[in-house]
């Protein structure tokens, strides 16, 4: 897993340089498909449940599950692009949220304290505690800042599956199973926060989740195995300040 982790990260630290204003959805899922075909890899998300396309990418309010097109990103926009791929039978899933050119102070924010959330997830990570805790520190701090956690849609167990047990909530849950988390269980963390309501509603497309009010959404993921060391981000990218 690693190996399929490592190649996802070299992924997104292209993506970063190929996110600009006059770039279209489309054109990021092209060059997206290319460099996974070309590492050997494939596409976990192409075809999946019948998804037409290779990397999930969505603009603004979208939260997830966006289908790349022929829309161009502009000036000030927020895109977030989620991505998974299987090599020698193993999966890897990451997401990022990235700005387009200069944004406005609250996306900003709202990108800060994403990445912020997903940190204080991994940190809460380690062998004999319970999934819960990984949502009880995601909650907390976007609270804590004035933002709102999405709550119909959760992080995932990860591995010769795209999406295993258990399911890791974002958020506070007492409807869910809670187990400890062991050593060697690999689970791909992602909280998605939203500027206004956690509510959230499903495009005409059948996929796009949209917020419910229109405000923005980030979204942001790493695959992380359990070790009695600490957490193991697999999906780190790179060293130095970019590592995360």
């Known amino acids: 897993m690693q190996a399929s982790a490592e190649i996802l990260a070299s992924v997104f630290l292209e993506l970063r340089r190929l996110v600009r204003p006059g770039v279209t959805t489309l054109e990021l899922d092209e060059a997206i498909e290319t460099m996974i075909r070309e590492a050997g890899c494939v ?22 599950h966006g289908i790349p097109s022929q829309r161009v990103l502009e000036e ?108 060697g269980l690999v689970i791909a963390i992602e909280p998605m926060i939203n500027c206004g309501t956690k509510r959230v509603k499903t495009a005409p497309d059948e996929w796009t989740v949209i917020t419910a009010d229109r405000g923005l959404s980030a979204h942001f993921e790493h695959t992380v195995a359990v070790t009695s060391a600490g957490p193991r981000i697999l999906t780190r990218r790179g060293s130095g300040v970019a590592a995360f």
Not at 46 to 62: D, L
């Open 43 to 64: 596409p976990s998300f192409k075809g999946y449940h019948g998804f037409p396309a290779s990397a999930c990418i969505s603009v603004n309010e979208e939260v997830v």
């Open 76 to 183: 000030g926009d927020i895109v977030g692009i989620d991505v998974g791929l299987i090599r020698d039978g193993w999966h890897a899933d990451s997401a990022e949220t990235l700005p387009v050119g200069r944004v406005s102070e609250e996306a900003a924010a709202l990108l800060r304290v994403t990445r912020e959330c997903l940190e204080k997830g991994i940190a809460a990570i380690a062998p004999g505690a319970r999934i819960s805790a990984i949502g009880t520190a995601i909650e907390s701090h976007a609270k804590a800042h004035g933002f709102s956690v999405v709550e119909s849609l959760v992080g995932h167990g990860i591995g010769q599956d795209l999406h295993e047990d258990p399911q890791v909530p974002n958020f506070r849950c007492f409807t869910m199973p809670d187990p400890v988390m062991e050593e």
